[in-house]
């Protein structure tokens, strides 16, 4: 299990993180979802060891990850991907996805990869274009191959930062039904952030919701979208998130 709590980070005056505070199982797949500048993005910075937070514990299967490096990490089973993407565009998608798994020690002769690349190529729909420079790719397709990337390591958890950003209905359909089927196949967590709420309340299991920093609440969807303090962010005076129809639709 992951486990994170009390994670504070400031960046000068800014305390992007206050509080913040996330767990996610085996064969889970959970929400985390806040107004823009909630600090999730931070919180997943913190997790996989880009960022180095300024208290709180991040802990893996009860092992403190602090201090180890984000290539530590990924070794140790978190693989994330990122809100504006980062690929080798020089590359081929095939080469891309093997970069991954070379660098997280999947390769290693004794190592058994968790899945195979052909698989992977399959499963994300990249087997048509796996010899095709990455940066020749449409952007929809490059998030695919940013998150067979993540999968190449051979992750416990995985942490996906806006993976339904920018895809349309019938590509965000198949990101739920690729997540489910990670879940449950490979037995792996997932944590998702998103601020399509309909996507969110559909896939997860589990939300923690954030604003300013801080865990302001947790639970299951149906639990999350009936607490006060919620529809206050997302549907109150301040009106800090960018959906109101999530709340209608989820209790
Ligand atoms: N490297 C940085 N330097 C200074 N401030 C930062 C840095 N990274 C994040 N912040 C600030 O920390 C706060 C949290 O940002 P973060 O990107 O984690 O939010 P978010 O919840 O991911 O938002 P979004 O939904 O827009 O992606 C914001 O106020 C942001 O401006
Ligand atoms: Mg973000």
Known sequence: MLSVSAINKSFGGVHALAGAALECSRGEVVGLIGPNGAGKSTLVNVISGFLVPDAGQVRLEGVL?????????????????????????????????????????????????VMRLDDLLEMFGLADRAD???????????????????????????????????LNDEETERLHQVITLLRDKSGIGVVVIDHDLTFINNVCNRLFVMDQGRLIASGTPA?????????????????????????????
């Open 223 to 251: 639990d999350v979208w009936r607490d006060p303090t919620v529809i206050e962010v997302y549907v109150g005076p301040g009106n800090r998130a960018d959906t109101k129809s999530a709340v209608e639709q989820g209790g």
């Open 65 to 113: 990850l602090q201090g180890r490096s984000p290539q530590q990490i990924s070794a140790s089973g978190i693989a994330r991907t990122f809100q504006n993407l980062r690929i080798f565009r020089d590359l081929t998608v095939r080469q891309n996805i093997e970069v991954a798994a070379l660098r997280a020690g999947q390769l290693h002769p004794g190592r058994a990869p």
């Open 132 to 166: 095709e420079p990455a940066g020749d790719l449409p952007y929809g397709t490059r998030r695919w191959m940013e998150m067979a990337r993540a999968m190449a390591t051979g992750p416990r958890i995985l942490l996906l930062d806006e993976p339904a950003a920018g």
